[in-house]
């Protein structure tokens, strides 16, 4: 953990980052996506499967063509997806839109339908991807990887519900609130949570270069369910499991804290950096996209 002197609690919202309620809709649409997902394969599969030669003599390439009767559906929905995926970037240059809702919550719809959509219109080409449609699928493909990308770092740098990005000092206010919260509970002392929880000292952290810093951060987010896993089993012969539970759930949070504030430097000139990556993908993604769309009508693919 970082040891820091004592600051004064920010009188800023608390941070959507130490955690938030989740809107309400959000793991229903989840499920919903997940599940048209699952269905489309599930129906298409014996299609799919097939040699492009082999498609024309099944009795679903009708359907499942791209220009066939859920082909074509398929292509009209991926691409009303994906217009409501720019809602969020637009969001930012419309006024009145910005005032809809808060920004995490667009984040999190965002996401999911920037996931959903690829595999929509995966389902409309039937995955065929060569030419024209093909390039555009393959920029969609980068550009997803590129937004999960950049929903970690957007995750590394801890913001207000507002999304105003949180100051060193408000973030290390934090993790001492959660230091504190650790030491009145009594059930574990900090130097136990730090031998579980180890993280690299400020000075080795400012001389690892960029790629190593970043694989850092990865490594030690993927480590720490194992680590929250190994305090519990060093605490397991507390006799009350609600206490347990709330113990380890405050060192695990006070651990991201303390990674974030070791690399928030880090994580900031990444985030900031993907900006300039991320838009090129996105601008050109779209531009393919209605050129395709227009083809489509004006050739009568539809």
Known sequence: MIESARVSPPRTAKPAAVGTKRHPLLIPCICLAAALVLALAFYGWDYY???????????????????GEIGLRLGMFGFAL????????LRKRWRWLSRKGKTRVWLDYHVL???????????????????FAGMAYWIMVGLVISGIIGRYFYAQ????????????????????SFQQQLRDSGLVRS???????????????????????LAQMVKLDL????????????????????ELDKIVRIARQQA?????????????????????????????????????VTVAFLFGFY
């Open 223 to 242: 480590v720490r369910p194992i680590q929250a896993w190994r305090l519990r089993r060093m605490l397991r012969h507390r006799e009350d499991p609600v």
């Open 157 to 176: 740098v801890p913001r207000t519900l507002e999304a105003a990005e949180v100051s060193l000092r408000e973030l290390t206010a934090i993790g001492d």
């Open 256 to 292: 991201a804290i303390s990674k974030k504030i070791l690399f928030l430097n880090r994580a900031q000139r990444v985030f900031h950096l993907w900006h300039v990556v991320h838009r090129p993908f996105s601008y050109t993604f779209a531009i393919l996209v209605l050129i395709h």
């Open 113 to 131: 339908l920037g996931l959903t959509a690829p595999f929509i219109i995966s389902f409309h080409s039937s995955f065929k991807l060569n030419g």
């Open 82 to 89: 994906f217009c409501l995926v720019y809602l969020y970037p």
């Open 191 to 213: 130097s136990e949570a730090l031998s579980i929880f180890h993280l690299p000292s400020p000075e080795q952290v400012e001389r690892m270069s960029m790629i190593v810093a």
């Open 49 to 67: 499967v097939l040699d492009q030669a082999q498609r024309p003599f099944s009795p679903k390439h009708r359907l499942l063509r791209p220009t």
